[in-house]
């Protein structure tokens, strides 16, 4: 129980990043997020490389992955990945920064909650009230910046990539990834398509 808190706890660090870019938007303007997670996008290739092709364990490994991490890529490099991909496409049509923020609230708030409530492992769904509390508090999260239906679209999608993680050719996909690439892309429908649709 101590490590998956550590997890979590972790998780939660990654909203300073978009939470840093709202609160100061005149000096972490949204280059400076895309440049740090270039970054830390190519640090965490780095370490993964060498931790997947030397068998490197570091203590900090232990505590912050997961059995089937071990052989794949682990989850905190997914979670870089995921959200540097939804940073990055802000440079498409209505893909901008208020799609992009709430999916990386999603994942570094969303999950952890939904996590601490009731973990699943990567062959099982969560219970249904814990997928109802992840939309809710997805949702909720996505609603200051896009219209009604597209946080529903994005807590739906996200929901979704947190309670089914499906394996493909022996690969989890990890919801670090699928949770804000999922609810941005989701997002994205509702403020592309659906931009006067009230709930």
């Known amino acids: 129980m101590a ?3 550590s997890r979590r706890l972790v998780h939660v660090t990654g909203a300073t990043v978009p ?3 709202l609160l100061r938007p005149d000096l ?11 970054v830390a996008l190519v640090v965490v290739c780095v370490l993964e490389a060498v931790r997947l092709t030397t068998g490197l364990d570091w203590v900090v490994y232990d505590r ?13 490099a ?11 496409a802000v440079e498409l049509p209505s893909m901008t920064e208020t799609v992009a923020v ?6 570094a708030i969303g999950d952890p909650i939904s996590g601490l409530l009731g973990s699943a492992d990567a ?16 949702t909720l999260l996505a609603a200051p910046f ?3 239906a597209a946080a529903v679209l994005g807590g739906i999608a996200a929901t979704f990539a947190d309670g089914v993680k499906p394996r493909i050719a022996g690969y989890v996909i990890d919801d670090n990834f699928s949770i804000p690439v999922l609810g941005a892309l989701a997002m994205w429908v509702g403020v592309q398509y659906l931009p006067g649709f009230g709930l």
């Not at 912050?64 to 682990?74: G, H, I, K, S, V």
């Not at 062959?123 to 997805?138: H, I």
Request: hydrophobic content about 55%; some cysteine; proline content about 6%.
């Open 123 to 138: 062959s099982n769904v969560k219970q249904a009230w814990v997928l109802l509390v992840m939309f809710g508090v997805c």
């Open 19 to 21: 939470l840093a870019h």
């Open 3 to 5: 490590d998956e808190v």
């Open 102 to 107: 709430p999916a990386m609230l999603m994942l």
């Open 146 to 148: 896009v219209p009604p």
């Open 64 to 76: 912050l992955t997961r059995e089937y991490e071990q052989d794949n890529p682990a989850g905190y």
């Open 78 to 88: 997914l979670y870089i990945v995921g959200i540097a991909i939804v940073a990055f």
């Open 28 to 38: 972490i303007t949204w280059r400076v997020v895309q440049g740090f997670l270039a």
